[in-house]
């Protein structure tokens, strides 16, 4: 993709997200993210009604008259978005890849994030930390983001949430918005999303391709794993096989939402043919009614 290409692909997905984000997405978003904690704000004169244990002692000693401390909620936060950009991201089977999915999911929260004056940062991920681009503020800076989700050349095509998480427990030391974009294709990652869940305010959006369930009747064909490189043949026309393949992957994806479900642990399924608007809508929503 050449620096022009690049740059028209951003500005589109800057407005299309900016959009999304200013029309639906924002009042959720800040509902649906608690900041850290209180900050004290000012002191005023006592009222009745008062909580007694919020008198300021200082100030009332020193005016005569009691005072009272108010607080408020301080909302900045950090937000880590974790981005898999394994080989299996470049399939799709409609007008966009998982890639491009994964891109404009990391966009909306990013333009989020500092809608709400929140700092945002980026993992890039395969099976192993591709790249890291610390939090901060600012449009240019999610602007960035977004080149960097689209320019990426990763060193290695698997994929592993476990090393992603890992590293994001073993980076932020506070208390943060974890946003996981993958389409999940691992294994051996509950323990460490385990501890990310417990660590931070994790939310994963697993993304994937109605093809990855669905084979067509093609009669044989070469059907080639992206991430190990590995081709089988497959005959497509035999109907059970088109069965037993959609059965195993609905298997797989239950088992993945058992878990998360289990860990509660905030998800969402999306697909490359569906709108992610809805799904992701009506989670922020059920996250402001639990909080």
């Known amino acids: 993709m050449s620096a022009r290409e690049m740059l028209k692909k951003v500005r589109y997905l800057e407005i299309r997200t900016k959009g999304l984000v200013n029309n639906l997405f924002s009042g959720e978003y800040h509902s649906a993210f608690k900041g850290r904690g209180m900050a004290f704000s000012e002191v005023r004169p006592y009222q009745y009604g008062d909580d007694i244990r919020q008198i300021d002692w200082n100030v009332t000693a020193r005016s005569q008259q009691p005072f009272i401390k108010l607080f408020e909620e301080e909302r900045e936060q950090t937000v880590m978005i974790a981005v898999d950009v394994s080989g299996s991201g470049q399939f799709g089977s409609f007008d966009q890849r998982k890639q491009d999915l994964n891109a404009e999911l990391a966009a909306v929260f990013a333009f989020s994030a500092i809608k709400n004056n929140d700092k945002v940062g980026l993992i890039l991920f395969t099976d192993e930390v591709e790249q890291v681009i610390p939090p901060r503020k600012g449009r240019k800076h999610v602007l960035r983001?977004?080149?960097?989700i689209f320019s990426v050349?990763?060193?290695?095509?698997?994929t592993s949430v476990r090393e992603a998480l890992g590293?994001?427990?073993?980076?932020?030391?506070?208390?943060?918005?974890?946003?996981?974009?993958?389409?999940?294709?691992d294994a051996n990652y509950?323990?460490?999303?385990?501890?990310?869940?417990?660590?931070?305010?994790?939310?994963?959006?697993?993304?994937?391709?109605?093809?990855?369930y669905e084979l067509p009747n093609l009669g044989l064909v070469p059907l080639k794993d992206p991430e190990t490189g590995q081709i089988l043949m497959v005959d497509t026309s035999d109907a059970s096989v088109r069965e037993e393949f959609a059965s195993e992957r609905k298997k797989n994806q239950m088992q993945l939402a058992d878990f998360l479900l289990k860990n509660k642990i905030d998800h969402v399924f999306l697909k490359t043919n569906a709108s992610y608007v809805q799904p992701l809508s009506s989670m922020l929503r059920s996250r402001v009614q639990h909080v």
């Open 190 to 212: 509950e323990k460490t999303c385990k501890m990310t869940a417990r660590k931070h305010d994790l939310i994963m959006l697993c993304v994937d391709d109605v093809l990855e």
């Open 167 to 185: 590293y994001v427990n073993r980076m932020l030391k506070r208390r943060s918005i974890v946003v996981c974009i993958s389409d999940m294709q």
């Open 145 to 148: 983001l977004i080149r960097e």
């Open 153 to 158: 050349k990763p060193a290695r095509k698997g």
